[in-house]
């Protein structure tokens, strides 16, 4: 049985680690980040680089606000792993480009 979460936070958390876990499988390997950085370990731009972009929006096909709720949770993982950068950045880098 899966933990439930206890508070807002441990629920965020829990669905961060979740979509990092999941991340292997949705772009087959490719494009993927290197972490704590987060740049693409392909091409070396930042992450989401456009390849795993189209990956991405691929995977989710026209569920848009599943594909935005799952970047959503990466966002919450660069977030902890790169605290100099500023967030509408990190949000418009990971998230806007979902719309």
């Not at 992450?47 to 989710?60: G, N, S, T």
């Not at 848009?64 to 966002?75: A, E, F, H, P, W």
């Not at 902890?80 to 509408?88: C, N, S, W």
Request: a negative charge.
């Amino acid at each position: 049985m899966s933990e439930v979460p206890t508070t807002v936070r441990a629920g965020s958390a829990l669905h961060a680690e979740r979509s990092v876990a999941a991340l292997d499988s949705r772009l087959g390997g490719a494009h993927m980040p290197r972490r704590p950085q987060w740049d693409c370990q392909a091409c070396e731009q930042p992450w989401p680089c456009d390849p795993a972009r189209v990956r991405l929006a691929e995977e989710f096909g026209a569920n848009r606000v599943n594909l935005s709720m799952y970047v959503s949770g990466l966002l919450d993982v660069a977030l902890e792993e790169l605290p100099t950068a500023h967030t509408a950045d990190l949000y418009d880098r990971f998230v806007a480009w979902t719309r």
